[in-house]
């Protein structure tokens, strides 16, 4: 075992995993983060705790994962580049496993541009992949970048994301093929909506035997309304929502649209659950955190099962 978390010893007997996603609180009202993960306790096997996405200042992802950590839900700490150097990202890395954190996802994160501080510096003095190479340097090699041996060794289980829909498509096994190269143990995709098009990415994966090196988790998120349906169609980069989803959110109503977008999660989960290769779900549910247990349940993933 590399890290010896939850997840990576559910995975590693077989489990089909599910994972969910909590963004801290724009201020430090605790109870907030604690409701929202309270929604996800019992429901998933552990909640990735973002940092400061799209470029909005939120609690720190550290705080925030070890206060859910401390409500007895294991935490996936995510870390983007955009913000620290090597020598904080490694500080925080060394803090993190400290706390007692043993999951990471390593992200580039969005460009400050997007964000309520668009005028701030970056740094991204490294990217995603090579965040990858870092982390599995500093745990398996017991060595910061710059060579000096580490003192208490961070054992972390190393995640990252990827997108199976962002042009050119045949990159993106290219993409994930670098990325296991580079030490990567589980990653979670981008949300998915056209499942044929997964399912040939998925083929491609493991015509390469990628799916037998690295955990992949498919991404799914609810749609609560046509307007958020239709803002990921034309704005999100690299999202692919079919029209034909859309349309049958539409169909139904305005009522009725978040009861329709919950069916199509449902459905989507049992659909991937059949993909060989496919060892869990990523189920983000964010500001809806009070939906996964109908999501998980109605998917026939209740009750979690048990490391024991």
């Known amino acids: 075992m590399k890290a010896g978390s939850n997840l990576e010893k559910l995975l590693s007997k077989g489990e089909f995993v599910v994972t969910g996603e909590c963004g801290p609180p724009k201020g430090t009202d605790v109870e907030i983060l604690k409701r929202k993960a309270g929604y996800l306790k019992g429901n998933v ?6 940092d400061n996405q799209t470029s909005i200042v939120r609690m720190s992802s550290i705080a ?15 870390m983007v580049t955009r913000d620290r150097n090597r020598i904080a990202i490694q500080s925080d ?3 993190a496993s400290a706390l007692g954190i043993k999951n990471i996802l390593c992200l580039t994160g969005d460009h400050q541009s997007f964000g309520n501080h668009p005028t701030s510096k970056n740094v991204f003095d490294l990217d995603s992949i090579q965040l990858i190479q870092t982390v599995k340097m500093m745990r398996d090699e017991g060595k910061v970048l710059g060579g000096d041996e580490i003192t208490g060794i961070p054992e972390m289980f190393i995640g990252a994301a990827v997108n199976p829909f962002a042009d050119p498509f045949e990159f993106r096994v290219t993409r994930l093929a670098k990325k296991i190269k580079a030490g990567v143990d589980f990653v979670q995709t981008q949300c998915i909506y056209n499942l044929d098009k997964f399912e040939k990415w ?3 994966v493991r015509d390469r035997g990628l ?5 992949i988790l498919a991404g799914v998120t609810p749609i609560k309304s046509v307007g958020m349906a ?6 999100v980069a690299g999202m692919d929502v079919p029209e034909s989803v859309i349309e049958r959110i539409k169909g139904v109503g305005k009522e009725k649209c978040k009861e329709e977008g919950i069916k199509i999660c449902v459905e989507s989960i049992q659909r991937l659950k059949k993909i060989k290769g496919i060892a869990g779900i990523h189920l983000m549910a964010i500001e809806w955190e009070e939906i996964v247990g109908e999501i998980v349940k109605s ?3 209740l009750p979690r099962p048990s490391v024991n």
Request: aromatic share 8%; proline share 2%; with cysteine.
């Open 202 to 204: 998925m083929e491609m």
């Open 93 to 95: 890395i060394f803090g």
């Open 64 to 78: 925030a994962c070890k206060i859910i950590k401390d409500m007895g839900i294991e935490p996936n700490m995510q």
């Open 211 to 215: 799916h037998e090196k690295v955990y």
């Open 299 to 301: 998917a026939g993933l």
């Open 230 to 235: 239709r803002y990921m169609q034309k704005n």
């Open 45 to 50: 096997d552990s909640v990735n705790i973002t």
